[in-house]
């Protein structure tokens, strides 16, 4: 199969490496130069590409792809730039060979900040912030742009973490006294490995040439803030820090209280490597030592 990675970072990374170990012949975007020559240095075949511009969206996207996975990141850019416009422009560039997979990475974050019960793809979205309105509005253009043309999974990203992303991890270790949010709310989280691992298993599904299908990328079991803060600080061996609900922030995650669920895509076969926080935390303080 002949892939179009259309962004290469955290999540990326550890898919092209599954990709180029099956054999697939894969093709990595990179917004710099630097980037892409970081691409390539691990063997990739890289093409530097501010997707925002349409002439340079359409020199890199040259070529027949039988699959195109699109996960920019804002990274300081205006969002609606990367997930409105460079989509539109990657989507006009394969517009004279349309790939027969599509594959768009957003957040969990559509769903919106309070819900005591499951969230499966059927409820209806409520983005609260800027940002989550816009990649609702990137899922809903893309599904209109595929109708009855290649098919589209909609992959909604709970909380990334990982090795070199574990920000809750290393403000416990810091000795950090506060932790902004409730101890009640739900936390979900998906491993690095675990959310490249899903998108690989979505590339080689046999999905309907009209499909177009929203999937939850998170492990299997959602907890409550306070349960894996405890369940951190006792392996840590200090007190657990307190609970500031009024210094809640949307950029902390600390607002969201939804339990997801991934029934979904574990119907489809695939299984989380890490599928609580448990096995995920539990990795990478044994990779830290302790």
């Keep these: 199969m002949r892939i179009l990675l259309v962004g290469c970072g955290y999540t990326v990374a550890p898919l092209a490496d599954r990709l180029r170990a099956r054999?697939?012949?894969?093709?990595?975007?990179?917004?710099?130069?630097?980037?892409?020559?970081?691409?390539?240095?691990?063997?990739?075949?890289?093409?530097?590409?501010?997707?925002?511009?349409?002439?340079?969206?359409?020199?890199?996207?040259?070529?027949?792809?039988?699959?195109?996975?699109?996960?920019?990141?804002?990274?300081?850019?205006?969002?609606?730039?990367?997930?409105?416009?460079?989509?539109?422009?990657?989507?006009?560039?394969?517009?004279?060979?349309?790939?027969?997979?599509?594959?768009?990475?957003?957040?969990?974050?559509?769903?919106?900040?309070?819900?005591d019960g499951w969230i499966a793809e059927e409820a209806e979205p409520s983005p609260a912030t800027p940002n989550a309105r816009i990649l609702l509005e990137a899922e809903r253009r893309l599904?209109?742009?595929?109708?009855?043309?290649?098919?589209?999974?909609?992959?909604?990203?709970?909380?990334?973490?990982?090795?070199?992303?574990?920000?809750?991890?290393?403000?416990?270790?810091?000795?950090?006294?506060?932790?902004?949010?409730?101890?009640?709310?739900?936390?979900?989280?998906?491993?690095?490995?675990?959310?490249?691992?899903?998108?690989?298993?979505?590339?080689?599904?046999?999905?309907?040439?009209?499909?177009?299908e929203i999937f939850n990328v998170t492990d299997n079991a959602p907890a409550r803030r306070g349960e894996v803060v405890g369940w951190i600080c006792a392996r840590l061996g200090r007190a657990p820090p307190r609970f500031e609900a009024a210094a809640s922030s949307s950029r902390h995650g600390a607002d969201a209280n939804r339990r997801l669920s991934n029934a979904r895509l574990r119907a489809l076969g695939w299984a989380p490597k890490f599928p609580t926080y448990r096995e995920g935390f539990g990795a990478l303080m044994r990779e830290r030592g302790g």
């Design 143 to 212: 599904a209109e742009r595929a109708k009855g043309r290649f098919a589209v999974a909609l992959l909604r990203l709970s909380g990334i973490y990982g090795p070199g992303r574990s920000h809750l991890l290393d403000r416990l270790r810091g000795g950090a006294e506060t932790i902004p949010g409730s101890a009640d709310a739900w936390m979900n989280r998906i491993y690095r490995d675990d959310a490249a691992s899903a998108l690989e298993h979505l590339l080689f599904h046999p999905f309907p040439a009209a499909a177009c």
């Design 23 to 115: 054999g697939e012949a894969v093709v990595a975007l990179a917004r710099t130069e630097e980037s892409a020559r970081a691409l390539a240095a691990r063997g990739l075949a890289a093409r530097a590409a501010d997707c925002r511009d349409p002439a340079a969206a359409r020199r890199a996207c040259a070529g027949d792809f039988d699959a195109v996975v699109f996960s920019l990141a804002a990274h300081g850019a205006a969002p609606r730039e990367i997930y409105i416009d460079a989509v539109r422009h990657v989507l006009d560039a394969i517009e004279r060979k349309l790939p027969r997979f599509f594959a768009f990475t957003g957040s969990t974050s559509v769903y919106g900040c309070s819900s």
